[in-house]
């Protein structure tokens, strides 16, 4: 028992309070937002709004730029979403439905990631974090990550693969970098991660759309 409250609470140990009650809250809001996501309900928008903005606030705290960077860009990918998915038509139904990717969809994905990537690198640059070994994995994960957060504005089911894949990269980076509860986090959320992918996948099959 000594050991595992070790492991999860010695990494804090330099930390301010109010920093591990933010990164606490973050953990609960972000466990809130995907399994709302989960139940494709819009409530997935406002709870992943009030995580992104406290660790925003906590990633330029620990200078961590790459994490900060993903962060703002979910900030505002959550308001995109939050727009897209409370459109209704006429008979008051959701205007974007679940759908699979289209070609379309394929080719922007890839710009997308070409550019996250590019531009995280970049900023690693700027601030000498290429020092740090985990940095050009962490170039990655914000590709995968920054395609699953479009995707799951779009309604695409697979934005669920593109956060699982960064979610299970992402772990062990978090647990290195002294972010304990956050790795847990992640962990939970490739968890429901797969749920949600199976969920989504009934609907879309249910839909007449089988993959």
């Not at 330099?14 to 933010?22: D, F, H, Q, W």
């Not at 959701?94 to 996250?116: E, N, R």
Request: net charge positive; proline share 1%; with cysteine.
């Amino acid at each position: 028992m000594a050991e595992l409250y070790d492991l999860i609470f010695a990494p804090y140990e330099g930390y301010s309070t109010i920093n591990i009650v933010l990164e606490a809250l973050a953990v609960i809001f972000g466990i809130f937002s995907v399994v709302y996501s989960k139940k494709n309900n819009v409530l997935v928008y406002p709870t992943g709004l009030a995580g992104t903005v406290l660790y925003i606030y906590l990633a330029w705290e620990w200078q961590l730029y790459g994490d900060m960077i993903i962060n703002v860009y979910y900030f505002y990918m959550s308001i995109y979403g939050w727009y897209i998915w409370s459109r209704k038509d006429n008979r008051q139904e959701d205007l974007v439905k679940i759908t699979a990717m289209q070609h379309t969809d394929k080719i922007k994905c890839m710009s997308i990631f070409a550019l996250s990537v590019t531009g995280v690198s970049l900023v690693y640059i700027y601030f000498n974090k290429f020092t740090h070994w985990w940095a050009s994995v962490d170039t990655i994960v914000t590709g995968l990550l920054f395609v699953g957060m479009w995707l799951m504005a779009r309604r695409k089911i697979e934005n669920w693969l593109f956060l699982i894949a960064g979610n299970i990269i992402a772990i062990p980076l978090f647990f290195l970098k002294g972010l304990i509860l956050t790795s847990i986090l992640y962990i939970v959320l490739t968890i429901i991660a797969v749920f949600g992918y199976k969920a989504w996948k009934r609907i879309v099959q249910k839909e007449g759309q089988l993959l």
